[in-house]
């Protein structure tokens, strides 16, 4: 006698197919969000990181005691430099009063550090609060 042919299982078949339907799913939805991610406006976030990063190291050379003009006047006119751009980079904001008293604060703040540039640690300490009160009020108010 001969054994009984077995017919596969379609068990197998609808694993492949779910298999399948996932991994397009996956990709499907990776190129969307690349797509989403495309048209979005990187450049208020990307100022932002600049500006944090600038800070971050007028700190590090505090922290090193490394205070002179030479060391802490670099940073503070690139923190001038983009300050400039608040406005391009919040379009939506550039009409919002309390946004431009702000921008124009913190602007008057760099201005005054860079016409009395900070000789010492102590006065480093002192416009880096400034600097840190200044964007700290303005993120409490928009972020």
Known sequence: ??????????????????????????????????????????????????????VQLLGESQKQNRCTINDTAPRVQTLRALANDL???????????????????FRATLNDALAKPAADCASLAAL????????KSCHQDFK
Do not use: W
């Open 1 to 54: 006698m001969s054994e009984p042919v077995r017919q596969p299982s379609k068990a197998t078949r609808y694993l492949y197919v779910l298999i399948a339907g996932l991994l397009i799913g996956v990709v499907a939805t990776v190129m969307s969000m690349r797509a989403i991610q495309a048209r979005q406006d990187h450049f208020p976030d990307s100022l932002m990181t600049v500006m944090s990063k600038q």
């Open 87 to 105: 406005e391009v980079a919040f379009p939506g904001l550039r009409d919002d009063e309390r946004f431009q008293q702000h921008a124009n604060r």
């Open 128 to 135: 880096s609060q400034k600097i840190g009160s200044d964007c």
